[in-house]
């Protein structure tokens, strides 16, 4: 595809950021990346990413598109020792009291620490030709020709310096993060200012990593376990990752921060629904030490409502909106974003923002109801609840609970959890009529599942998974 485009500047070398680049170095002649942080090389923690030590969900529809931008990168990372697998197959789900149904749903993902994935998608970034990265700088905001209403540019400030550099640029992309000053910045140059939701949960996280071993957290690659709300108020997350560890993150919202000296940390485990979580951190050697990380609330900028806005100038990812990170949406989120982006240039430049903002917040509309319905559970978070709320929940609660069994209800439900399908679609006849017609499942439902099948935790022999 030939290059239509002078020059475009990327402010965030966030994954956003970086997935955001790839797509414009299909479109641009030249692409600028401008990263506040001193970018090394390996796959060390930013400080810009003060979340990435915990555990990172690549759902499908980020994997599908990562794996098309960047062909390879998944074998890459596997060899690395970052597991491939079925997203229901190979990782386990314990909601609303009951195991997901363990198959093959035919959708793959990858497990895989958070540095590690950005390291990689970051170094093919900076392999291409037409990307160039501006690191260690601040980025003072968009230049603009009010008489043409148009970004020309994109203002630079190097560390030690009083001068100022102006990167020419036909399009600027904000991803820096749920901090972004656009808002600010659109309203001072007279375009407004973007309507705001925040839906308050108060999250906090604290992650250790252990020493993986084979067949171990039921022979998986990781898995979910969540308390039911409104009663309960904690998670785990458990995540094999390369170099055969697991890292271990344990949640709470609304306050409920788990704590980060070692006793504690554990009990906490033992208080999660079922012990699966606690019979690894008390069993495995940990490789680190706890560390903690707060998340205050949803918060979602509806650029798409604007009036006006600068032509040239876009904002992206958590910029734009930024979900509750026990749902593991972020990265997918970003990923589908950048394909957005690409697609919406196609026409040209023109009207570009119109077009972009309409199909983000059509993406966006999926994890942010996933998130904020789920949050808004919990009487205490404050949120306008939709007419039919109440009936709505009740019905998902037979979708959880007939998905501990119902193989067509459980891909239906991880369609809509992997953001290839919108929550609608759960209640479409074929699923519905499952849903409500079936006798609610009673049983004790089991991590091992229905389908023995070698799993990818080694390239040496593993257990099948119905053996115990």
Not at 190 to 208: C, H, L, M, S
Request: proline letters at 6%.
């Amino acid at each position: 595809m030939p290059c239509r485009y002078s020059s475009a500047v990327v402010v965030g070398a966030s994954m956003s950021g970086l997935l955001a680049a790839r797509a414009l170095s299909d479109r641009f002649e030249r692409v600028t990346v401008v990263e506040r942080d001193v970018l090394k090389d390996g796959d060390d923690a930013r400080k810009g990413v003060p979340q990435s030590a915990h555990a990172h969900g690549l759902l499908a529809s980020g994997y599908r598109i990562m794996d098309r931008y960047f062909p390879g990168m998944m074998d890459e990372l596997e060899e690395l020792g970052a597991p491939r697998g079925d997203v229901v197959g190979d990782f386990l789900w314990f909601q609303y009291g009951r195991w997901k149904l363990r198959h093959d749903s035919g959708l793959r993902g990858i497990t895989v620490s958070r540095p590690c994935l950005e390291a990689a998608i970051r170094r093919r970034i900076k392999a291409l030709p037409n990307v160039s990265f501006l690191d260690g700088v601040d980025g003072i905001g968009p230049r603009l020709d009010v008489t043409a209403g148009r970004v020309t540019g994109f203002v630079v400030q190097r560390r030690g310096r009083s001068a100022q550099d102006v990167l020419d640029a036909n399009l600027v992309v904000d991803a820096t993060g749920r901090g972004s000053q656009a808002a600010r910045w659109l309203e001072q140059s007279g375009f407004g200012r973007p309507r705001e939701i925040t839906v308050k949960v108060d999250v906090g996280y604290a992650t250790r990593t252990f020493e993986r071993r084979r067949g171990e957290f039921f022979n998986s690659i990781g898995g979910i376990i969540s308390g039911t709300a409104p009663v309960s108020t904690r998670y785990g997350a458990v995540l094999a990752a390369e170099g055969r560890r697991w890292v271990v993150t344990l949640v709470g919202v609304l306050g409920d921060y788990p704590p980060t000296t070692a006793k504690e940390w554990v009990a906490f485990a033992a208080s999660l629904p079922v012990s699966a979580v606690h019979e690894l951190v008390t069993s495995a050697t940990p490789l680190t030490e706890i560390v903690s990380y707060r998340f205050p609330a949803n918060q979602r900028r509806l650029y798409e409502q604007m009036k006006r806005c600068p032509s040239g100038y876009l904002v992206i990812g958590d910029a734009v909106c930024s979900f509750n990170p026990i749902y593991g949406q972020g990265m997918s989120a970003a990923a589908t974003e950048a394909k957005a982006l690409d697609d919406s240039l196609e026409p040209g430049l023109d009207g570009v923002w119109r077009r972009f903002y309409a199909q983000a917040s059509r993406i966006i509309d999926i994890p942010w109801t996933i998130a904020t319905g789920e949050d808004l559970r919990y009487p205490q978070v404050q949120g306008r609840r939709p007419p039919g709320f109440a009936i709505v929940n009740r019905y998902l609660e037979r979708v959880h609970a007939v998905a501990s069994e119902d193989r067509l209800v459980c891909r239906k439900f991880f369609d809509v959890l992997n953001l290839l399908a919108p929550p609608a679609s759960l209640m479409s006849p074929a699923v519905a009529w499952r849903v409500l017609a079936r006798r609610r499942p009673r049983g004790i439902t089991s991590p091992w599942g229905v389908v023995p099948r070698r799993l990818v935790l080694a390239p040496d022999p593993v257990p099948q998974r119905g053996a115990r």
